[in-house]
């Protein structure tokens, strides 16, 4: 009896983790850490990669990390683990390949870590680029995007 539970609990957890993956193509790299893909369903998903922000378009490095991903995946078949949503409703995701895209990007010194939600891998591969000034960790003292984006709110004109 109790293999048999084992076997049902074992199964419901392997159900549960497949059915936050999705298979499908990418069709749109939006920038380095955020892209779009159809599913076989043609559901259209935003995912943001989990744990790691990239340059914003107009910040040093924007653009070799947009390269990067599309050369890596860009109308491609990949399977990603969604971990969620953001406050904007984007999937936050994590793609199951052998290469892990996110590493890349932060080895590469193409992303930051975000600091709630890296891993202590992903924590030492940004020191790693750091200590070695690799892409954004060349500049004197680069602006993490988050605050870039913050810094560009505040620079928009509020309507009346």
Known sequence: MKAFLTMVLLSVTVYLVEANTIR???ISVVDGNTLE???AKDETYRIV???IDCPEPGQPYAE???M???NAILRKLIDVKLLGKDRWGNYLGQIIA???ISTELVKRGLAWCIEKD???DLRNLERQARAGQIGIWQEE???PPWVYRRQQTMLTPKSS
């Open 24 to 26: 499908g193509k990418v």
């Open 37 to 39: 893909v159809i599913s």
């Open 49 to 51: 990669l989990a744990g």
């Open 64 to 66: 070799e990390a947009k």
């Open 68 to 70: 990067f991903l599309e």
């Open 98 to 100: 052998k290469v892990e």
């Open 118 to 120: 890296a891993s202590e």
């Open 141 to 143: 003292s680069p602006t």
